[in-house]
């Protein structure tokens, strides 16, 4: 008894689940859902041919160096990169000489050793790089009432990073006539800027690279254009999230190899124990 109760409350529910699927399939083919400015303007990244596409991929350091130059004369104005230490610059090629110079030419938060105050000294390869503002309400204040995020992570914290923040650096454009006269209420608002990658398509940060030659790369690199300083310091916010990919994926294609002649030798000794048997 107690088991047809059961087998029938199950059923219920079952029946309820399938009911309710079958009612929202019918609703969204019935009405789809109205579209917006977003759904049919927002736009997927540009796919980059990075160095560090693909199981063997590997990070260009000279790339990585220029984009740490395009972060440190352009972005680090406003975004900080709190998470990474400066002497995780050696994976850039960066000695040690070099690594104490970058750190000491940023100020970093101490404690005064005598009062107990706050203050600040020059950083030590130890330290991470500081925060650009004190706390959120002073970023807000000084960026048309929007934080700027830490970039730190940035690429992994956003579908297909590298691509994702390469588009977005040179993807600034004049709003598309097609867009307000399908969506008049759509307008970018005073003070946003019109950029299709971002997920609302109205960002608070003004198009960062501009001109060609903003920064100067040294001898032998190549040009700065916009576009090749976008994709320089994308690649170097990608270093920034995830600055052991390299050894991840050699270990991937170690343990890959590995399965393959496990495999291999599991076919075989299978075959060697049942040689003698008939089937
Ligand atoms: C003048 C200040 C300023 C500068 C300089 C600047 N940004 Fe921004 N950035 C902002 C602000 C403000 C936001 C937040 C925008 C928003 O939420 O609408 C932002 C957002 C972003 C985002 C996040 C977008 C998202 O998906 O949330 C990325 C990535 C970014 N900036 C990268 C850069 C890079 C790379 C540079 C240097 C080439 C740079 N920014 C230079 C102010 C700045």
Redesign the pocket.
Known sequence: MVRILGGLVGLFFAGMLLLSFLWGGVAFVSAPPAPTAESEFHEHPRQVAWSFNGPFGHYDKTQLQRGFQ??TE??????SLHQVAFRSLADLGYNEAEIKAIAKARQVPDVDPKTGEATTRPGTPADRFPLVYPNDVA?RA???N????D?SL?AKS?HDGPN??HS??TGFQAQPAELLKKFPDAKTPEG?HYNPY??NL?????P??TAEGQVTYGEGQPKPTVDQ??QD??AF?MWAAEPKMEARKSTGVAVLIFLLFATVLAYLSYQNIWADKKH
Do not use: Q
Request: aromatic residues 8%; hydrophobic residues 65%; charged residues 5%.
């Open positions: 395009v972060y352009v972005c680090s104005a406003c975004h970023a000084a960026n048309n929007a934080v700027p995020p970039l940035i956003r994702y923040v977005l650096l946003l971002f997920a109205n960002l608070a940060m003004a960062p690279l300083m976008a310091v994308s916010l």
